[in-house]
């Protein structure tokens, strides 16, 4: 079933979801600002008539004939859609996604959203306290998050940064910013040069191979691609130009050996991030001093080549970058010199960004940085997991034993800013969780699936909605505070199921409407945290296959079991019936006893 009424999207969204030919045609109706071809999703979606511009919010409402297979996608990649019949404002209904929802939002409510999201406080870290977001350029937002050195496969202390820059970036579009996200690569290091000699490969092979593995383990964790991946190796120009600009400016200094260096006691600010003196960080030197600096606390820019290294040419012989210089000057280079934007771990504070500013400000004055927003670490037994104390556990390593859904979910599930604890049985109840979701919006699309979107919502439903809204809307806008946003999914989640599986719920006249109503604002606020999947039935699936996995068992084996407890039952040897349940339980198998037999559905093991 098609309809036409009034979609009401924000800018951003068009980038992300229509069609080419789509969008030429809206081009040739009205110049929006901020519209960009690409490749998309919802090609059949067409324009009914003429499209216009309605607030400063860079919101627009646009007449088209779509059906909802279409709004469901665009819901997927993390935008809101909205619709509304142009004439008497009644809500609107189009056909289900797998049979019958119908997306709804009053217009006044949506423009009330609008502005309640956009009073947006983060956390800054260079003045300590939540501020305001405010961005340089109204209505664009240029994000640098600093990226992974690609020597070996990535930890879950580098998911949990990326999963909450990812948050970050899916909820800046979410308010209707066209945002500008630049995450490197270092692909020329140290550690890289290292693990190659190590393995004997060439450093930028390797590099290369352990690019594409963060990339696939990324995906996997549904955060969003970058706009721009900047690779060190593809900007020496650039570096180098930096450094020039350094020495130029009277901040640096050349060895007769090549090797070149910032001068700490040049750059009167050196500490304003991290609060640190230089005779502190004297005092916490981990490196063996360099009696060629004139302070110990001076930092490489450019490293002369050592025999069997990789280098590039340059004014002060063939070398490679040092590790700080290289994300200013990707950052000057895709952002420019002043941007909104700049994070990474806590671990990054200091010397990886204090050095960045001390650099990026040398080559150029009007160097500034709105935020600066570092996430918490991940710990083992209270101490930080890193490569360099051999306590981490590999993303692919976790994804053998859990869902990525499930890992995102556990991820967070804790403030982005405060130290998450990896433990086996916090990942159990994440993907007991996302379970639970999973399963109540798949019963949920059953039970619409021959809805005609007729009728309207239970006033408690309608309440219920209202609430998950609100406390989305609150918790997000205070520096995403992402676990009292999953909270909020509590009440909905349990309205829906009762609606579906009480008796009272499938006799309630309400109930499709009520249904759909709720979720639909689910689906909206699981898009926004990257926890909707584009195929359900198969994520339940694979969930059931991983809680197998970790119980040690074989579909074969579990179906053994239960066989042997339905034999005892029949026998009324309830003890033994107890005994399979209760210990299929300890390994994190529920079984469900219902009209049609025995069902089961993984659990977290207390």
Not at 398 to 427: C, D, W
Not at 479 to 500: C, F, G, M, Q, R
Not at 522 to 540: A, C, D, F, H
Request: hydrophobic share 40%; proline share 4%.
């Amino acid at each position: 079933m098609a309809m036409e009424g009034i979609l009401l999207v924000s800018s951003s969204l068009f980038h992300r979801s229509l069609g080419t030919a789509f969008l030429s045609k809206l081009r040739s109706n009205h110049p929006f600002p901020y519209l960009h071809c690409a490749a998309g999703v919802a090609r059949s979606i067409r324009c009914a008539g003429r499209s216009f511009v309605s607030n400063r919010n860079a919101l627009s409402h646009l007449r088209l004939q779509c059906n909802s297979t279409h709004l469901q996608q665009l819901r997927r990649d993390g935008m809101c859609a909205v619709l509304r019949c142009e004439g008497d404002g009644n809500l609107a209904a189009a056909e289900g996604m797998s049979g019958g929802v119908s997306a709804t939002m009053d217009c006044a409510k949506a423009k009330e959203q609008d502005a309640r999201n956009a009073e947006f406080y983060i956390y800054n870290t260079m003045s300590r306290k939540k501020e305001k977001f405010r961005p340089k350029v109204a209505g664009k937002v240029g994000m640098y998050v600093c990226g992974v050195t690609t020597y070996d496969f990535s930890h879950i202390g580098h998911a949990r940064v990326y999963v909450a820059f990812d948050v970050l970036f899916r909820y800046l579009r979410h308010l209707g910013y066209e945002v500008k996200y630049v995450r490197n690569f270092t692909d020329v290091d140290d550690k890289v040069i290292a693990k190659a000699l190590e393995l004997g490969e060439d450093p930028l092979k390797l590099s290369e191979r352990f690019c594409k593995e963060f990339q696939h383990d990324m995906a996997a964790l549904q955060c969003l691609p970058p706009t721009v991946e900047p690779r060190v190796t593809d900007h020496m120009d650039q570096i180098i130009k930096m450094i020039e600009q350094i020495l130029e400016n009277g901040y640096g200094y050349v060895l007769e050996d090549g090797d070149v260096f910032f001068s700490v006691n040049k750059f009167l600010d050196y500490g304003c991030l991290s609060g640190r003196g230089l005779d502190e960080n004297l005092a916490l030197e981990r490196i063996a001093v360099d009696l060629r600096k004139h302070n110990p606390a001076d930092f490489a820019l450019w490293k002369s080549t050592k025999p069997g290294e990789p280098f590039w040419m340059s004014p002060w012989g063939p070398g490679r970058p040092g590790w700080h210089i290289e994300c200013s000057a990707m950052s000057a280079e895709h952002l420019g010199h002043a941007f909104d934007i700049h994070g990474g771990g806590m671990d990054l504070i200091f010397p990886h960004h204090e050095n960045e500013i001390a650099q990026s400000c040398a080559a150029c004055k009007y160097s500034n940085v709105g935020y600066w927003v570092h996430n918490g670490f991940v710990t083992v037994n209270a101490e930080k997991m890193s490569k360099s104390l051999g306590n981490f556990f590999t993303i692919q390593e976790v994804f053998e034993m859990y869902h990525p859904f499930a890992v995102r979910l556990f991820l967070i599930g804790t403030h982005y800013r405060s130290p998450i604890n990896y433990s086996k049985l916090q990942l159990e109840i994440a993907s007991d969780r996302a379970y639970y979701i999973f399963q109540t919006l798949e019963d949920c699309e059953k039970c619409l699936a021959n809805y005609d979107g007729k009728g309207i919502a239970s006033d408690e439903s309608q309440a219920c909605v209202s609430k998950l809204r609100s406390a989305f809307l609150s918790s997000m806008a205070d520096d995403l505070h992402t676990p009292v946003t999953l909270a909020a999914l509590s009440e909905p989640l349990k309205t829906l199921n009762d609606l579906i599986h009480t008796p009272k719920g499938y006799k309630d006249k309400y109930q499709k409407s009520s249904l759909t109503i709720l979720h639909d604002e689910m689906q909206n606020v699981l898009s926004i945290l990257g926890l909707l999947p584009s195929n359900i039935p198969e994520v339940l699936k694979e969930l059931k296959t991983k809680s197998l996995k970790r119980a040690g068992l074989t579909m074969e084996e579990l179906e053994f079991h239960i066989k042997a407890r339905a034999a005892a039952r029949s026998g009324r040897d309830y003890a033994s019936a107890d005994h399979i349940r209760e210990n299929l339980a300890a390994r994190g198998i529920a079984l469900m006893d219902g009209p049609n037999g025995t069902t089961w559905k993984p659990c977290h093991v207390l």
